[in-house]
């Protein structure tokens, strides 16, 4: 790696921006690096300089990317945190001393995982870009990890798998979620993850880019007719994600992996429901698999057309359809929202996740260190608990959130039909009180037809009990009123 590239990966997101800045930090941080080495024996320059392309690569802004030349420059030499900021000013000082403070972060069970999870997120406090050089100078640690012993190895994967998967996936960053869990998957289950590779890469190829090549000859004809502008493209499922479906649904790839998967960028809103309308009337849906993203985004703001279809020689198809915009936002999360909002004549209406505005607002408030964190402490993380999905999804719900919370969280189709509930692998109820760090997977009745307003009196998130009173509203409240007393709107 050399800074040239950085500065032209940079540019490519930032024309108009003066990039002295990156010079001087690699020739700062590559003074102080001089006679150190990596356990590869490569020379250390190469570790913040891999850093500072990947944050580069994800559109981080000048500071960040500086920042991530000299991450390792306090803790590492005899350069210091002071000679930093007088050479480079205090923001990307601050940024250099957030990295540093972090620390290492440590899986060593629930309890451990909370204080780690804090740790994170109350570097968040000082600024949200730490976290991604902390991402990104973990990502490359992952990608030299073999020149360590294999003990070491299985430690940094199962860490990382524990702790900076999920919350690259809570923010919203599922390029660097997906490479991390891929990396750490061959690391931990190397046969496993061989074999899929194999099958994926080699043994689907071919087929692969046969039915791609038809369904372009059918579908782009008809997209230049309705003078939709496209991007089409294969979309390859990470190897994990198979994996973890393999597990789940315990059934073998070649009825896991049945569906081609493609990705239709087009230009605008208007444009993802004409794509869609033209798909529908080229191949009959399958009606279960539509879902509309865009109308009802995720929880982590994830938007998007999906569908699934019976395509050519009746294969099923399975289509994302967005825009550039959305198409950036769910690779890169914040990072992107911030690229969006900084260009001219871009919608600056972008909120942040909740707990995030919330940290950002304390701080404003609160200038003394100690009292910050006892507050945040006390009034963010304690009635804020992290629960996840069999799939390791992290999802953010207040304290004594319930097993409904976490469906209608999940997707108000979860929530509609939920029926019960397994916490940490043993059956539950649909009104316990969840834990932070719980495992919660929801048992589905497929034919409910509406959900139960008796979960009103324990559901505790507005998402929920909105979804729950909206059906309400539709049907005739007097008669239930009186089957199930005691309920208000
Ligand atoms: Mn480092």
């Not at 990039?19 to 001089?34: C, K, P, Q, S, Y």
């Not at 250390?44 to 500071?63: C, E, F, M, N, R």
């Not at 409910?448 to 009990?465: E, G």
């Amino acid at each position: 790696m050399t800074i040239e590239r950085i500065i032209n990966k940079f540019t490519e997101n930032h024309p108009q921006e003066d990039t002295t800045a990156l010079t001087l930090a690699f020739e700062f941080a590559d003074m102080a690096h001089r006679d150190q080495t990596r356990k590869s024996g490569e020379p250390y320059i190469q570790h913040p300089l891999h850093t500072a392309y990947l944050l580069a690569s994800i559109k981080a802004d000048l500071s960040t990317v500086a920042a991530g030349l000299l991450h390792d420059v306090p803790e590492d030499t005899s350069h210091n945190l002071e000679e930093i900021e007088s050479l480079f000013g205090s923001e990307i000082a601050s940024l250099v001393k957030g990295v540093t403070k972090l620390g290492t972060l440590k899986y060593r069970g629930i309890e451990r995982y909370r204080e780690n999870l804090k740790k994170m997120f109350l570097a968040m406090t000082s600024d949200l870009r730490v976290i991604f050089i902390k991402f990104c100078d973990r990502l490359n640690n992952l990608r030299t990890i073999e020149s360590l012993t294999p003990e070491k190895q299985q430690r940094i994967a199962r860490e990382t798998l524990e702790i900076y998967a999920p919350i690259a996936g809570l923010l919203g960053i599922s390029q660097l979620k997906w490479q991390m869990e891929d990396m750490c998957f061959k690391i931990l289950y190397p046969d496993e993850y061989h074999e899929l590779e194999y099958k994926y890469e080699v043994e689907k190829k071919v087929e692969r880019n046969r039915f791609f090549q038809k369904v372009k000859n059918i579908i782009i004809p008809r997209l230049i007719e309705a003078g939709v502008e496209y991007e089409l493209e294969v979309r390859f499922k990470h190897l994990y994600s198979i994996y973890l479906k393999m597990k789940e649904k315990k059934r073998k790839f070649d009825e896991i992996y049945d569906v081609f998967a493609l990705r239709l960028i087009v230009p605008t809103v208007d444009d993802c429901y004409k794509a869609l309308g033209i798909i529908h009337t080229l191949w009959k849906p399958k009606s279960q698999r539509f879902k509309d993203y865009i109308a009802v985004p995720k929880p982590n703001d994830y938007r998007s057309l999906h569908t699934t279809v019976f395509g050519p020689e009746n294969k099923s198809a399975e289509f994302q359809i967005r825009t550039r915009e959305m198409h950036e936002e769910s690779i890169y999360g914040l990072a992107a929202h911030w690229y969006y909002k900084m260009r001219p004549g871009a919608n600056a209406s972008y909120q942040q996740p909740s707990w995030v505005q919330e940290i950002i607002d304390v701080q404003k408030e609160i200038s003394d260190t100690d009292e910050l964190v006892k507050k945040i402490k006390m009034d963010i993380f304690h009635n804020r608990i992290f629960v996840f999905s069999p799939k390791g999804d992290v999802f953010e719900l207040p304290e004594k959130a319930t097993p409904i919370d976490f469906a209608y969280a999940v997707h108000t189709n979860i929530g509609n039909k939920a029926a019960g509930a397994i916490v940490n692998d043993k059956i539950g109820r649909l009104d316990q009180e969840l834990k932070n760090g719980d495992f919660v997977d929801i048992i589905i009745e497929k034919k409910r037809p509406y959900p139960n307003l008796a979960w009103l009196k324990f559901a505790k998130t507005k998402r929920a009990r909105d979804r729950i009173k909206q059906f309400s509203k539709k049907s005739t409240l007097t008669n239930i009123k009186r089957f199930i007393p005691g309920i208000k709107n």
